[in-house]
């Protein structure tokens, strides 16, 4: 569904007389970008509170939501990871990548985490804080292996997470990362009791996500077991392509059809261990399964240490600006799918697979949007304004749209098919 190959395309060598002008049109573009951004609506003012029904996470309008975006690399102190935890990586992910979600994974008893370095919590704080300012969904991940050894400081963590930060329908709190494989009915789900409660005590509406045993690869037996009496609660589901295939996903099926949530909020393109080669096969399978399902995910994760799983080169500037050069292989394949994710789908219509592109992302005067079956597609802005509402000849395989007069922004496009439509962002820049 989401699409890659077709993004790196260089520029043909026939236009070079145009750069100059081109480059010309992108200041004035970015010029009427901030003059434009005080109108701009914002992934959160779009969504709003998200809400679980079911085995779906909705938005304010009871349409199910499929965030995408990163997750940053573990806290600690003097691991390395912690000096991308800046505002500007941020902005940079929010405007370049157009994430819609982050998530601050801060450690907690490995050293240099929390239990350890208070200085966690405040880059923590920092990340919550900018993605607040950028309106976009932000997970607060409690980063350990070993929740159930530290309740009483998660149980104080949250307690001041919410407070500070409850009132915001930004926030997601993630109360326990990955446990490795104890119980669900003794262990983990006693302690995610407890947390939940303490948070519902403050902040009685925010999505609590609860990972889950066989680092929260167990969705299924979560599901058989449930925690009952409580709302917005989903669970999260964990996998590394290169290491986690069709098994996994027939788990979280049948997490779905026991009625549970799922929210992915580390996936990564390589193997468990975070190194290895992008096996780039599953992780179009992996996507494929969460747009069908209308499932989020973050990628881990933003850090250039030297493993397959960053997405970025060692050395890469912690202020973002980051070119094709800056990024790994796992890098450039995750920004395509996060570019071009669906933002939701129709899940109510009937449930059939199409592959279509929309290229290039981000688009500047033209866009190209290929697929079969499509009937009919529609430009919509974030106020809801339709721009265009164009019907599709059949059998025509490839539209090409001229978007040179839209504002700089983000844009919905409906792809329109006989049983489903498919609704996907265009980031113009
Ligand atoms: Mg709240």
Redesign the pocket.
């Given at each position: 569904m989401h699409q890659i190959k077709l993004l790196h395309s260089s520029v043909p060598t026939c236009v070079n007389t145009l750069i100059s002008m081109r480059k010309i049109v992108l200041l004035f573009s970015l010029l009427l970008g901030c003059i434009g951004k005080q109108y701009a609506q914002s992934p959160v003012d779009i969504h709003g509170n998200l809400q679980v029904s079911g085995n779906q996470i909705l938005n304010q309008y009871g349409e199910a939501v499929s965030l995408a975006g990163m997750s940053m690399f573990w806290s600690n102190t003097n691991w390395g990871g912690e000096a991308y935890y800046t505002s500007e990586v941020v902005d940079w992910l929010v405007e370049d990548w157009g994430i819609t979600v982050i998530r601050a994974a801060m450690g907690v008893e490995a050293s240099g985490g929390y239990i350890w370095d208070a200085s966690n919590k405040d880059r923590v704080k920092l990340i919550v804080e900018e993605a607040i300012a950028k309106g976009i969904y932000v997970i607060i991940d409690w980063h350990s292996h070993h929740a159930e050894d530290y309740e009483d400081e998660a149980i104080a963590f949250f307690e001041e997470m919410a407070t500070l930060y409850?009132?915001?329908?930004n926030?997601i709190y993630e109360i326990y990362n990955e446990p490795v494989q104890i119980s669900w009915p003794d262990i983990i789900k006693p302690y995610a009791e407890q947390v939940i409660d303490a948070i519902r005590q403050i902040?009685?509406?925010?999505l609590i996500v609860v990972g889950n045993p066989t680092w929260s690869q167990d969705v299924d037996v979560v599901s058989w077991d449930p925690i009952v009496d409580e709302i917005n609660i989903a669970y999260s589901l964990h996998f590394y392509a290169a290491t986690h295939g069709q098994y996994l996903r027939d788990k979280a099926q049948v997490a779905l059809d026991n009625g549970i949530a799922l929210f992915v909020t580390e996936w990564g393109t390589v193997s468990a261990n975070g190194d290895g080669q992008v096996n780039e096969f599953e992780v179009n399978a992996w996507m494929d399964f969460l747009c069908e399902n209308g499932i989020s995910h973050c990628n881990w994760s933003v850090n250039d240490k030297l493993e397959g799983a960053s997405i970025l080169v060692d050395g890469a500037s912690t202020t973002g600006g980051w070119t094709e050069a800056d990024y790994t292989p796992s890098g450039l394949l995750v920004k395509d799918i996060i570019q071009d994710w669906c933002l939701s789908v129709d899940l109510n219509n009937e449930n059939q697979s199409m592959e279509y592109q929309i290229f290039p992302s981000p688009v500047a005067d033209e866009v190209y949007i290929h697929g079969e079956g499509i009937e009919r597609i529609r430009v919509i802005d974030l106020s809801g304004q339709v721009l265009l509402n164009q019907a599709v000849t059949p059998n025509q395989r490839t539209v090409h749209l001229d978007v040179q007069a839209y504002r700089p922004g983000l844009y919905i496009i409906e792809l329109h098919h006989k049983y489903r439509t498919y609704t996907k962002k265009m980031i113009k820049q």
């Open positions: 409850g009132e915001y329908p926030v902040d009685e509406d925010n």
